[in-house]
Nanobody, 116 residues
Framework: QVHLVESGGGLVQPGGSLRLSCAASEFSFSTNVMSWYRQAPGKERELVAAISATGGATNYVDSVKGRFTISRDNAKNTVYLQMDSLKPEDTAVYYC?????????WGQGTQVTVSS
């Protein structure tokens, strides 16, 4: 059973930073694309960033380009999302995702709130 556990969320002021982590287990982490999604109240879940299996390729939604950085450590089975210059509109629950065994798997989510 694929297991994804996010951590690192919290309350931060506009302009601040947070680093999210997602610890993965029970699948071949180093051969899978990993992604971060977010869902704000009343909105659909959206893809924020994704990273290839080796970490050599990444992509981001336009609204976070230049502010967020996705990375991974295949030795630790962990994917990260470094979030800088945070804005109130980044407030959401952030989810780690992997598509494996022909289905999507999700973590429980971690709340990020950007407010003064």
């Amino acid at each position: 059973q694929v297991h994804l556990v996010e951590s690192g969320g919290g309350l931060v002021q506009p302009g601040g930073s947070l680093r999210l982590s997602c610890a993965a287990s029970e699948f071949s982490f180093s051969t899978n694309v990993m992604s971060w999604y977010r869902q704000a109240p009343g909105k659909e879940r959206e893809l924020v960033a994704a990273i290839s299996a080796t970490g050599g390729a990444t992509n981001y939604v336009d609204s976070v380009k230049g502010r967020f950085t996705i990375s991974r450590d295949n030795a630790k089975n962990t994917v990260y999302l470094q979030m800088d210059s945070l804005k109130p509109e980044d407030t959401a629950v952030y989810y780690c995702n992997v598509y494996a065994d022909r289905r999507d798997y999700w973590g429980q989510g971690t709340q990020v709130t950007v407010s003064s």
